[in-house]
């Protein structure tokens, strides 16, 4: 997912050494977020509200996003995200942030694959109801949107319907 490669690569320029590739996902990562978030938590706070999360979430939000990106690099054969002509805002010294955070090349074939197996189109022909619990700390509520917007342009927004649940996880 193209967010969650920014989220990565954000959190990387933003803390060091914490990451690493987007495209190789460790068991420590999470870990490793944690620790970051510890060491400079004003940082953190900014990173956080950014991205709508609070600090404590930031850990097992980042590790999933890491692990999915890896898997999404390996399913595609290949760099599925382009951050070459992305410019990275609203952190505090952006300018400073642009030229620190590591910038990717996609391959167009791993982009095709992006394309046609993991791009919602909106094109539903069967009804679509997605729960989301408000306080899930990997999904946020705002993710929906992700699937009503393209849904909406295909004209087929009548097949879809969300639905909030108040519940963690």
Do not use: C, W
């Amino acid at each position: 997912r193209g967010a969650d490669f920014r989220n990565i690569m954000d959190f990387e320029a933003l803390f060091p050494g914490t990451i690493g590739s987007p495209y190789e996902p460790a068991p420590e990562t999470a870990a490793k977020v944690k620790a970051a978030v510890a060491a400079d938590p004003a940082r953190a706070a900014r990173y956080a509200q950014r991205f709508g999360r609070t600090i404590e979430q930031l850990p097992g939000a980042l590790g999933l996003f890491h692990a999915v990106i890896g898997e999404v690099k390996g399913r595609a054969g290949g760099e599925p995200f382009d951050n070459r002509n992305r410019i990275y805002m609203g952190f505090g010294d952006d300018v400073a942030l642009n030229r620190t955070v590591k910038r990717y090349t996609a391959s167009a074939a791993a982009r095709e694959y992006v394309r046609q197996y993991a791009t919602p189109t909106g094109r539903i022909s069967d009804p679509m109801l997605t729960i989301h619990t408000t306080s899930d700390n990997l999904v946020l509520g705002n993710d929906v949107t992700a699937y009503e917007v393209p849904a909406a342009i295909a004209g087929t927004s009548d097949r879809f319907v969300a639905r909030f649940v108040e519940a963690n996880g």
